[in-house]
Each structure stands twice: as C-alpha cells, then as structure tokens.
C-alpha cells in the first residue's frame, strides 16, 4: 500500500508541474514589471514648481464705449513655452479668448506678431520671457499706429508706402531666352543685409520722426526696400527710382537715431541704407 501511495503522489507531481512552472514565470513578470516601473519613476524628472508671472496687456475694443486699458494676467511660465507669443497665446486658450493679436509663423519669418515688449519692439515669437516673477512685463501694439483691436495695428498705410516704390524688379530689356536675369557674385552680395527684411514695421514703428511724419516720411524699412531696388544690377529703373525718394520728407526726415537699428529682429540696419540713398541722390553715383 505505500509503494502505491508513493506511485499515487509521484504521478500527481508530474501532473502539477506545468501549472507550478506557470505561476513561477509569472511571478516573476510581476516583478520585472514592478522593478521597471520602479526605474522609471526613479528616472522621471520632478514636476516643476508654479512660477506665477504678471503681464499687463494693452485692451482696446472699438465695439466698446470703454476707453483703452491694461489687463492683468498672471501665468506659471514654468507651464508654457519660453517665448512671449506663447505666454499670450497661453493666455489666450486659458484665460481670454477675447484677446486679438496677430501670429502666424512662430519663427521670426513672417512678421505677424510685431508689438511693443516691455518698451521695446520686437517679434513675440523671438522675444524671451523676462524669468524674473518679481517684474511685470507689459505688452502693448506698436506704438504711434492706429489700434484696430487690442494687440492688432492698422498696417494699411505702411503697405502703401511700400507699394509706392515699386518693389519689384523693372527691365527695359526682354529676358534672355525668356531665362532669368543673371547677376555676379559681387553684385548678388550687395543685396545682403537688404532682401531680408520682413516688413514687420518694428523699425519704422520705432522711429520718432515716423511718428511725426508717418503720412509723408517713408520710414526705415520701406527706404532699405528703396535702395535694395536701386542697387540691383538688373534693374533698370535706378534713376527714376532715386527721383522718386528724393524729397525733403519722404527720404530727408531721417536723422539717423538708429533705433532702427536697435530693434530690427533680423539684425539689419536701414539707417545705414539711408545714409546710402541719401549719398546716391547727392552724388549721383550708385554706393
């Protein structure tokens, strides 16, 4: 009776072993997993900690008998992108949808989200966040232009002055072989500094005799796009364009402040250009 017994137990032996194999490899998933999450949750940064920053925000609504203000907003700009095109858009989303500001881009290409920061010009896209919490940065449209809501200028009569110079090129000669106007390599490099600007108006909008004189003085960046065409190799127009900006205020009301200079987001510097245009008018001769 007990080698039957031992024979007994031997077989229901056999007979749990996979299941006694199976609960093993389990056991030790679980705790596989467990380590690895472990790891993980070791590994994962901590939660930054609430930055509360103020920002005063020019409002105007031209539906609204109420005068012009600032709002204030306060923003854990340790829970938004380091830019201040995002602490407003962050506004935006969360706080006022009413708010109107112009952006497209996001990478200082387009211009769109040109406004005053904190006393300054400049593009919101390309403009860091002040990370000082104790500090109240202040937004407000470009100064010296006619508000149409809140943070959005009217552009009309700065793409008029653009227009007015005719920025393209002009030719009296057909193409060759209806192929482009070749240039040198010389007379290509003299267009740098000049072809990039984006008509953002942070220049011209910083310009006090621009503020004086926006009706009949050109300002900045509309005489760098002047003497852009003027000094282009291919065109053929150079002397009618020189007659057309010189004038004692279209042209003469530059006084070289340079802070054109100062705040153009692509490092460019219409004063200079002027300077140039205004010595090819006196002298006659393309510099």
């Avoid at 009309?156 to 000669?173: M, R, S, V």
């Avoid at 290509?188 to 011209?204: M, N, P, Q, T, V």
Wanted: charged residues 25%.
């Amino acid at each position: 009776m007990l080698a039957q017994a031992l024979r007994s137990g031997a077989g229901l032996g056999q007979q749990l072993l996979p299941q006694l194999g199976a609960l093993s490899a389990l056991a030790r998933a679980v705790t596989s997993s467990a380590a690895t999450g472990a790891a993980a949750a070791a590994a994962a940064p901590a939660s930054k900690p609430v930055v509360e920053k103020e920002f005063l925000v020019y409002r105007w609504n031209p539906d609204s008998a109420e005068p012009p203000k600032y709002d204030s907003y306060k923003v854990d700009i340790n829970a938004c992108g380091p830019m201040m095109l995002d602490v407003l858009l962050k506004i935006k989303d969360e706080q006022d949808q009413t708010l109107s500001l112009r952006r497209s881009c996001r990478e200082g290409i387009c211009g769109s989200c040109a406004m005053n920061i904190d006393g300054t010009n400049g593009l919101a896209c390309l403009t860091k966040v002040d990370r000082d919490p104790a500090k109240v940065t202040r937004v407000a449209p470009l100064p010296h232009m006619f508000v149409v809501k809140d943070l959005v200028v009217d552009m009309a009569n700065f793409y008029a002055q653009y227009k007015h110079i005719q920025p393209y090129l002009q030719t009296t000669k057909p193409r060759p072989d209806g192929k482009e106007f070749l240039q040198s390599k010389e007379d290509r490099a003299k267009l740098d500094g000049l072809y990039e600007c984006i008509l953002c108006a942070c220049c011209s909008t910083s310009c006090p005799s621009y503020w004086w004189n926006s009706d009949k003085y050109l300002g900045p960046a509309v005489l760098l796009a002047a003497y852009r065409w003027i000094i282009d190799s291919r065109d053929d127009f150079t002397e009618q364009r020189i007659k057309q900006v010189n004038d004692q205020y279209k042209l003469y009301r530059c006084h070289t402040i340079m802070n054109c200079a100062t705040v153009c987001p692509k490092g460019l510097n219409p004063g200079k250009a002027i300077a140039k245009v205004k010595q090819i008018v006196e002298t006659g001769k393309v510099v």
